[in-house]
């Protein structure tokens, strides 16, 4: 009886964990992800020139302003080479979707951009207080109403 009980005590706390250790990779993964290290610039160039960037040209410029050893750890952060880089999810492989210059008409408020496809159902938000979340289709539906996303 004692033996039954220490398995099935191991056996909820190796669940616990596994739960555990699952939703602590998600959260490092929204938390280091070239989204949120956007979201962050989009907001430091969006300060430093008195408004929001108006397209991605311009943007990418105000990030090659940045000193080149700030730009390195910023880029070494990304896991990346290129400021072009930066730009392109790591877990979906596509360009991230922007907002220059604010969001459209229907977009949630304080929105900045998020993943074109995501992965498992899910993509990453980015809000303009440099926190990314992952949504699943049904709320970021809502966030961002079909009429409102790019083509």
Not at 8 to 19: D, H, N, S, T, Y
Not at 27 to 32: H, V, Y
């Amino acid at each position: 009886m004692f033996f039954r009980a220490s398995i099935i005590c191991v056996l909820i706390m190796a669940i616990f964990v596994g739960c555990r250790s699952q939703t602590a990779s998600q959260n490092i993964g929204r938390e280091t992800s070239r989204l949120r290290l956007l979201v962050n610039l989009y907001q430091t160039a969006a300060r430093g020139a008195g408004r929001m960037p108006k397209n991605e040209h311009e943007f990418k410029q105000l990030i090659q302003a940045i000193r080149p050893e700030s730009l390195d750890r910023i880029l070494a952060a990304g896991n990346v080479t290129s400021v072009d880089e930066l730009f392109v999810s790591e877990r979906d492989s596509q360009p991230y979707v922007i907002f220059y210059g604010g969001q459209p008409k229907g977009v949630a408020n304080d929105l900045i951009g998020y993943e074109r496809t995501g992965a498992g159902g899910k993509r990453y938000v980015g809000y303009g207080l440099g926190i990314v979340a992952e949504e699943d289709e049904e709320h970021f539906a809502q966030l961002v109403p079909m009429g409102s996303r790019p083509n």
